[in-house]
Structures are given as structure tokens and as C-alpha cells.
């Protein structure tokens, strides 16, 4: 899962990203609104933790901008304006939540997980396509109903391609997702597709019904045997 922080005090982008990224999520930040606004037009995130007050202008801009590009993003308000007009506010413009400063990183968790789950999943724990299902809130997979160990990147991938079952997916969108938006970077997908191969090589020694086929040229598509 990717998300999004786009909160302009230092200590406390740095403290959210820490947390999250140990919670295994592929975390990116934004200090501003103008920067925001560039990585929302050219990158996907599963949820933005979005605060109002930014130095150069009002987090509900960004909002009504995500809304209007139809982004599928989930987005929490972070802000110190605990205002009732602000929560309405931007509830109406599309938020799925609103959490007000100072809070506990337990609750913010708390509070992704379900707007993850409520949005991709209509609020089921497990997510299954074939005889795999994956748990988002443990970053397990279970094949057959049996229990089979991932790693962190296996998983990321694996439930990149769940919830996009049946869709074509490019290296460059698979890249942006599970390792971030540097990955513009890079020369070549090599570490792609050894991750492939090990999540293939697992599927098929547990007798998924499902598979990975690669799309020449394009990517991958994750379908029914």
C-alpha cells in the first residue's frame, strides 16, 4: 500500500513516515501544496493523510484537485482546524475521514486500515481472488487456506495485483507502487522481475489457480489458470 503525507511541519512528516514505513507501507511526502499537487497528477497512492494548512495555500485545493483528476485515493484530513465547518467541508468535497492534531499513531493506523478496507474491499478483512487470500492488516497470504510466508516486497506485489485482478499493469506503475516514486530512477526492472519469480515459484508449489502472466512489451496481468 502507498500513501501520501502531505504536512508541512518536519518533526511530524518525519515521525508519520517512520511509523508507516515500519507498518510496511511504501510512504512518499509532500511539504507543500505546489508539491502535492505534482505528485497527484503524476503518481497513484492508496490513501493521503492530507493537512489543511499548508505554506502556500488550503489542503481542501488539493482535495478538490484529486477529486476532479478521479483519483481513487482515500484521503484522511490531518489538520489542527478542528472545526466543524472544516470537517464538513471537506467531507463534502470527498474525504473518508477526518482526524484532528494532536493525535496518536496508533489511531492513525487504525484509522488507514479502515478506509482501506471500506474502499477496496467493502469493509471485508480478507480479500481473496482465486484460492489465494491475503489479510491487509497482518500482510499475510494464504493459498488454499494455508498460511505461506511472504516477504514484505512479495507481499506488496501480490496485493498490488489482487486488487487489480484481470488489469493490465505496467513495470513502471508495479515499480511506483511497492518501491516509490524514485524509482523513476532506475536503468532497469531487474529486481522486478526477480520478485516475480519468487512469488510465481510460491504460487505454483502451493497450487494457486491463479498466475502472473507477463505481457510482452507491456507488464503483467494477474488472471485464473
Not at 502531505?6 to 515521525?15: G, H, Y
Request: glycine residues 4%.
Amino acid at each position: 500500500m502507498k500513501i501520501l503525507i502531505v504536512e508541512d511541519q518536519p518533526s511530524l512528516r518525519l515521525l508519520m513516515k517512520t511509523f508507516l514505513t515500519d507498518e510496511r507501507y511504501v510512504v512518499e511526502v509532500a511539504e507543500s501544496l505546489a508539491i502535492a499537487l505534482d505528485k497527484v497528477e503524476i503518481y497513484d497512492y492508496d490513501c493521503i493523510l492530507l493537512d489543511l494548512m499548508l505554506p502556500d495555500g488550503n489542503g481542501l485545493d488539493l482535495l478538490g484537485k484529486i477529486k476532479a483528476l478521479k483519483k481513487k485515493s482515500s484521503i484522511i484530513i490531518i489538520s489542527a482546524k478542528d472545526a466543524l465547518e472544516d470537517k464538513i467541508t471537506g467531507l463534502n468535497l470527498g474525504a473518508d475521514d477526518y482526524l484532528a492534531k494532536p493525535f496518536h499513531l496508533a489511531e492513525l493506523h487504525a484509522r488507514i486500515k479502515s478506509v482501506l478496507r471500506r474502499n477496496n474491499n467493502d469493509g471485508e478483512k480478507l480479500i481473496s481472488y482465486g484460492n489465494i487470500k491475503i489479510n491487509p492488516e497482518k500482510f499475510q497470504v494464504f493459498i488454499n487456506d494455508k498460511l505461506v510466508d511472504f516477504s514484505k516486497k512479495e507481499y506488496n506485489i501480490l496485493s498490488f495485483f489482487i486488487y487489480r485482478a484481470n488489469h493490465l499493469i505496467s513495470k513502471n506503475v508495479l515499480a511506483e507502487a511497492v518501491w516509490g516514486d524514485d524509482i523513476d530512477q532506475t536503468d532497469n526492472f531487474d529486481f522486478i522481475y526477480a520478485q516475480i519469480k519468487n512469488i510465481r515459484k510460491k504460487m505454483k508449489d502451493n497450487n494457486a489457480d491463479i498466475e502472473i502472466k507477463a505481457i510482452y512489451g507491456f507488464g503483467y496481468k494477474l488472471t485464473e489458470i
